[in-house]
């Protein structure tokens, strides 16, 4: 299974989506759902956040809906709060380059409330930017402004 992981992670790095992804499913396929769950989980993730970079459209919706999959329940204990947040943070960015900028806010603020909770400076710091850049999609610069200085803040 990790060898498959490593391959479809090279191929994820060299944008070619198609290979990731199959590698990407081997490893998954290696990993029992019920007594391998970290890795199983690991490797959905890295599906869908291959998948939201493809060229497709369908494909981009195809890895969202299946990192949205991974939000509630299975995936997630107190342990793996960190990539919790690094899932929303995903998604949230993934649906505002859709244009969805309701669904992209929620995801965004609740990877927010996670990364102040576990006090990582530097992962706080990401998911400021991230809410900087998604006030300047929405056009609203002082709020931008606001979340990139406390982004630059919380990254000393």
């Known amino acids: 299974a990790k060898s ?11 944008n070619d989506v198609e290979k990731a992804v199959d590698y990407f499913e081997r490893s998954r396929a290696q ?11 690991s490797t959905t993730f890295h599906i869908g956040i291959t998948l939201k970079k493809a060229e497709s459209e369908t494909k981009q919706r195809e890895g969202i809906e299946l990192l949205e ?9 107190k342990k793996s709060l960190y990539k919790k947040g ?52 929405k056009e609203d610069p002082k709020q931008a402004l606001d979340f990139a200085q406390e982004a630059l803040a919380n990254a000393k």
């Not at 990993?31 to 989980?41: A, I, L, N, R, V």
């Open 4 to 14: 498959y992981f490593e391959l479809g992670e090279y191929f994820r790095l060299q």
């Open 31 to 41: 990993y029992d759902e019920g007594s391998e769950k970290d890795g199983y989980c």
């Open 69 to 77: 999959s991974l939000t509630e329940g299975y995936c997630w204990d």
């Open 86 to 137: 690094v899932l929303l943070n995903n998604l949230g960015s993934a649906f505002v380059s859709i244009g969805d900028l309701v669904k992209g806010e929620q995801y965004l603020y609740r990877a927010l409330e996670i990364k102040k909770e576990i006090g990582n400076p530097v992962s706080l710091a990401y998911t400021l930017n991230e809410l900087s850049s998604f006030y300047l999609e």
